[in-house]
């Protein structure tokens, strides 16, 4: 037995994947105390989509360590944090046109959504909050309720109350008129459905098995918000930051979300950080009443401005729309005739390779299991595990992504000719 079977909790998770003890890690590999190398497609769940250190976010970071900069600082003003603010604002928010507030939240993605939904019900002053099926947003037990996957919410051992859910019409449910059937929800005074303060959405649900809301809907979404008083919240935790090729999820569609969540890639280095952005006539906060211990990570701050200096300076984002070609092509060409219920759904850098219509439990598993083996870490996604989630770091080099997707080809030839 390990000393991690030992000790470590059954909650673990994700050394249960991928068995290894793992040593190093640079770009978009990972390298095991045996010196074997795994490709990454996991991308620290959308936290690296800058790689594993990157030489400028390290070099800051290392710089800012050796002067004796401040670690933590609460919310302390500190240069670290200016200087952020000013990167994000004038490199990231203006050339977009955007107004948004900052607001530093607790270190992890569900914080930020648990302010979101706080300021929202606050401004509003309503309860409910509509969230889609197959909807991710955090542990914590205000996003858990937004959470749809029937095990997590198992596990928070109490009700959880406050969300509407909708059908999320892309990947697993196709062909719905949510938006219709929410404005009627909206007008009809039987619906049973409280009035909502907010609606919260992912633009692409990584999660729920990389279903990818197109643009027309998006727009539609934020047209009804618009017209039924209702605040749109956009979660970009895990496919913000470039992930589809822009740097907010939603600019594809043009539409400007009330508040937006990012964590995950928002430090750039894999440290903890996340953030709300809101309309600055939302900013009702009164001083501290959303607080925190490791609000405005120093680190994170510094990290989180070399990585927008990244994606300013570099042509990171036009890379991304490169590449996504390159997998579009890649897995059109040598997936989908491997079996015609084999299907494919991705923008950008995410995108998922549905099992499900086999209807065998454990196939995206057992295909997942076999990529590890040949030296690929990859996760699963959606409905009962049966999407094979691709989601390597923005960085990696043309050569290491289609070294990955032979390794998924080859897996998956492996074990649909074993069924
Ligand atoms: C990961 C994730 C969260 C939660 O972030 P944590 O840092 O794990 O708390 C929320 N929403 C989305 C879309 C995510 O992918």
Known sequence: MTIIEQYESEVRSYCRRFPAVFTKAKGAVMTDENGNRYIDFFDGAGALNYGHNHPKINNALIEYIQSD????????????????????????LKPRGLDYKLMFCGATGTNSVEAALKLARKVKKRNNILAFSGAFHGMSLGSLAATTEAKARKGAGVPLGNVSFMPFPFGFNKSFDTIAYIENVLKDDHSGVDYPAAIIVETVQ??????????????????????????????????????????????????????????????????????LLLKPELDIWLPAEHNGTFRGNQLGFIGAKAAVEIVDETNLLEDVKRKEA????????????????????????????????????GLADRIAKRCFDFGLIIELAGRKDSVIKLLPPLVIPDDELMKGLDIIAASMREKLAEL
């Not at 900069?69 to 990231?92: P, S, V, Y």
């Not at 897995?331 to 209807?359: A, T, V, Y």
């Open 69 to 92: 900069g401040i670690i933590h600082a609460l919310d302390l003003t500190t240069h670290a944090k200016e200087d952020f603010i000013e990167a994000f604002e004038n490199k990231i």
């Open 206 to 275: 990584a999660e729920g098995g990389i279903c990818v809301a197109d643009i027309e809907w998006l727009q539609r979404l934020r047209d009804l918000c618009d017209r039924f008083d209702i605040l749109l919240i956009c979660d970009d935790i895990q496919v913000g930051c470039g992930r589809t090729g822009n740097f907010f999820s939603f600019e594809r569609a043009g539409i400007v979300p009330d508040m937006v969540t990012l964590s995950k890639s928002i430090s750039g280095s894999g440290l903890p950080m996340a953030m």
């Open 326 to 361: 390159l997998v579009n092509d890649y897995i059109e060409q040598n997936i989908l005739p491997l079996d015609k219920r084999i299907s494919h759904r991705g923008i950008g850098l995410i995108h998922g390779i549905d099992m499900s219509e086999f209807n065998i439990d």
